[in-house]
């Protein structure tokens, strides 16, 4: 069936010349034995399965979510400020301000969106303790204005109003006693590589939310006329 192969050796190195494609022209099937053209056939067509399994798993470990999720960086501390008409105390909407940056340079993170809950507890008006409450708290790109933002290409603040009737955290404009709560932030976004979702999550505390203040400006343009980011300011307000 083969020329030239005598030793299980030799079958070995036939077997090896044919799925890498050497090829050295010493070895090879003869037209005697169709029985060892099917199997050379079933052999390629196997190990060509088990490359593109094996490459396909190898890049999924080496991309996987919870590995690009450690790329993301949230503000250590969250602001309570007045967005627009100069950012003045009275002046503009007043709003709860997250900064969000992912350090890595290579491969986007796509349709980036926050949200957060808020846990605290309270007394009803019936004078009934709720030990835990959870209360949703939508955030809007301040660079879109919109639920989501397209890419993180850059650091972009995430904003919760707190003016509108739904906010939860409306009682922050009396500027009185915190009290005892979490506000925990999820940002979701698609891996640009693998197209798989990617979630990572921070919390703030009550002496993490800083009344009167906003982030410092950090991205600028270059003289090549690119916006680039100083992330060593990342968490100046």
Known sequence: CVSNVATLTG??????ESQTTIGYGFRCITEECPAATALLIVQLVLTTILEVFVTGALLAKVARPKSRAENVRFSRRAVV????????????????????ADIRRRGLLLACRATGKLLHSRVTAEGEPIAL???????????????????LALP?????????????????LGRGPLG??????LLSATVEATSATCQVRTSYLPEEVLWGYDFAPIISLSPSGKYTADLSRFDEV
């Open 81 to 100: 400020s007045w967005y627009g008409s100069g950012g003045s105390a009275g002046q503009g909407r007043p709003c709860l301000s997250v900064r969000v």
């Open 180 to 185: 005892d709560f979490e506000l925990v932030v």
């Open 11 to 16: 079958a070995f190195l036939f077997s090896l």
């Open 133 to 151: 409450e959870q209360a949703s708290v939508d955030f809007r790109a301040d660079a879109t204005g919109v639920d989501d933002s397209p890419f």
């Open 156 to 172: 972009i603040t995430f904003r919760h109003f707190l003016d509108t009737p739904r906010s939860p955290l409306s009682w922050l």
